[in-house]
Each structure stands twice: as C-alpha cells, then as structure tokens.
C-alpha cells in the first residue's frame, strides 16, 4: 500500500503562491501516476495537475489552472509538488494528493488527508 501526507497550505492573497507537497511512503515502486485534486464545499472533486512518474514523467493540467499551477516531483524525496501561483479566490478548496499505484496487476488509488487553501484578501 501507498501512503500520502500533504502540507503547504494555508491562507493566501489574491495573486498570492504557495507550494504543497506530498510525501509518498510505502510502495512507491508501485505507484504509475501521482495528481493533485481539489473540493470546493459544495462542489465535485475535480483534477488539477497529474504527472507520470513512468511515460517520460508527462503532466497534465485542468485548463482552469494551466499556465498558473506547475507540478514536479522529486524521486530522491520521494515527494510530488505543486506549485500554485496567481492565486484565486476559486482556488479555495481543499487539495488532495492522489496516487494511482499497481499491485499484481490491478491499479488502485491511495489519497491523503488534504490540505486547506484559501485565497482571501
């Protein structure tokens, strides 16, 4: 099994950055995929950035975010970033960490805890 903790979050002005990590513990070999996701209250939980830590490490982003949010990893630390600038009061959400890894052929998500941003003058 895989295990994610999240941090970096917090509170941020509008044009405002921050950065969150998520440290991957466990069965790291394992994992193909790690993303980020955010829940906004009363709202779905929706992607914003994936990348493959397999496929040449190719990211993708939610089109509400792209050219604003950059997100990168780190194999020593076995650790995923993302880098979140230009904040936005829709920004507000809770971020999610996400890991699709692979276990004797079956794929499967592990999540972490979540960590709060809010974006607020």
């Known amino acids: 099994q895989v295990q994610l903790v999240e941090s970096g979050g917090g509170l941020v002005q509008p044009g405002g950055s921050l950065r969150l990590s998520c440290a991957a513990s466990?069965?790291?070999?394992?994992?193909?995929?790690m993303a980020w996701y955010r829940q906004a209250p009363g709202k779905q939980r929706e992607l914003v950035a994936a990348?493959?830590?397999?496929?040449?490490?190719?990211?993708n982003y939610a089109d509400s975010v792209k050219g604003r949010f950059t997100i990168s990893r780190d194999n020593a630390k076995n650790t995923v970033y993302l880098q979140v600038s230009s904040l936005r009061p829709e920004d507000t959400a809770v971020y999610y960490c996400?890991?699709?890894?692979?276990?004797?052929?079956?794929?499967?998500?592990?999540w972490g805890q979540g960590t709060q941003v809010t974006v607020s003058s």
């Open positions: 996400n890991a699709v890894a692979n276990d004797r052929g079956y794929d499967y998500d592990s």
């Open positions: 466990g069965s790291i070999f394992s994992i193909k995929a």
């Open positions: 990348i493959w830590i397999t496929s040449g490490g190719s990211r």
